[in-house]
């Protein structure tokens, strides 16, 4: 989407270089990543201090995304907090398995890697603390109960420990690329950065006063869609008022209510951690599963269950023809009000008594819808809604139930 446009009123021949400058923030947000190429998501949620917001200087929107755009943080270290709330419904745990197969862990995966172990920041709140030297070494330890999960990346080499299983996985920095982008993003730095691409002429852009996270003094920008018909209500990035490095971020929805996505650090120092944080060797007895054969795993798995005379029985369309309808996705409407529609290639969604037991839970998780392109089920989170069609088409986006069914009929 357009880059960040700001309500500050500015003269016409600075516009070129302000737009210049917001673009040069939307994609240069804070260098410092803490996982590295392998999976850069963490996300923390930082209580403020008791002591008041502190007195600052004052700043424009436009002043404090160049800050944030020059900020040059390569070492920090710290504990951090990142707490998701989609209100998606209770499903005894089906959710977590869900996801993991949609991340790529199937037969033959480890409970180390992290395209899989990563997707649990999605829902409720978890503890972390990372660590970060430069490009090229990063840590994250996600803490469980009587258990941890690491993520290190020194050098060429990416490991994943699961302390539960005993299981590690092994990667490299030139494999990894593709799997960041299946990762969800979880540091401020992230969320901000995705924020910005998304802010265009129909957000407002301020700042929003002062705030400190973690002992830091920070700005607080706020992110304000002008359209109606979006579930966002507002986000909020709290900015460190030395580094230009985003602490905190905290999206809000249109429906009111906790935070849907509340990260930021608890602590942070900016300090070089010690070379040591970084160094790792699996443990004695511990089942080491490479990045090649988990991929090798995972498309073995997956050919063998496609190709069951039971699994064909219930596939509406070939897995290509799915692929197809996937890469015709085009995307309707603009801002904070666009949204992604595609042809699945198939049959709709099982509901009703033709959908058997499993239309019966697929109608209770979302509701039934109908207008001028017929019928279809919504399902919805407090963010995201998705419409999918009795014929099989799909749309999707941060968008209200009524937004979807305007732009399902407006494209019949």
Do not use: C
């Amino acid at each position: 989407m357009a880059p960040y446009a700001s309500d500050d009123s500015t003269t016409g021949g600075e516009v070129d270089e302000q737009r210049s400058g917001r673009r040069k923030a939307a994609r240069y947000v804070v260098p410092v990543t803490v996982m590295g190429v392998a999976a850069a998501t963490i996300g923390l949620v930082p209580a403020l201090a008791d002591s008041g917001d502190p007195d600052l200087p004052k700043i424009t929107a436009q002043q404090l995304i160049e800050k944030m755009a020059k900020s040059d943080v390569q070492q920090l270290s710290g504990t951090v907090k990142i707490s998701t709330d989609l209100g998606l419904p209770d499903l005894g745990g089906l959710e977590s398995s869900l996801m993991s197969g949609a991340a790529g862990r199937g037969e033959g995966g480890s409970s180390a890697d992290p395209t899989a172990k990563l997707m649990e920041l999605a829902s409720g709140t978890h503890t972390l603390r990372v660590a970060a030297d430069g490009p090229d070494k990063q840590k994250l330890s996600l803490l469980e109960n009587a258990a941890e999960y690491s993520l290190v990346h020194n050098g060429r080499d990416v490991w994943g420990y699961d302390s539960k299983s005993n299981e590690v996985y092994h990667g490299t920095a030139s494999q990894s690329p593709k799997r960041e982008k299946a990762q969800p993003p979880a540091m401020p730095k992230d969320f901000a950065e995705e924020a910005l691409k998304a802010a265009d002429d129909t957000t407002s852009v301020t700042v929003d006063g002062t705030a400190q996270v973690a002992g830091r003094d920070a700005y607080k920008l706020l992110i304000k869609p002008k359209q109606s018909g979006t579930t966002v209500g507002a986000i909020t990035v709290a900015v460190d008022a030395k580094t230009g490095l985003p602490l905190k971020f905290t999206l809000t929805p249109a429906s009111g209510g906790a935070a849907v996505v509340d990260a930021g650090f608890t602590q942070v120092s900016f300090a070089k951690p010690a070379a040591s944080t970084f160094d790792f060797t699996p443990p004695k007895g511990a089942k080491v599963t490479e990045e090649k054969d988990s991929d090798r795993a995972h498309h073995k798995a997956h050919d063998e269950g496609f190709h069951k005379g039971e699994a064909r029985k219930h596939a509406p369309k070939s897995g290509d023809d799915l692929g197809k309808g996937l890469d015709g996705m085009k995307t309707i409407g603009e801002g904070w009000n666009s949204i992604a529609t595609f042809d699945t290639g198939g049959e709709g969604m099982p509901s009703g008594e033709a959908g058997g037991d499993l239309g019966g839970f697929v109608d209770s998780l979302g509701d039934k819808v109908t207008g001028k392109f017929g019928s279809g089920t919504v399902f919805s989170t407090r963010l995201v809604n998705a419409l999918i069609t009795d014929d099989g088409e799909v749309y999707v986006g941060m968008v209200t139930k009524d937004a979807l069914v305007k732009a399902a009929d407006a494209g019949k």
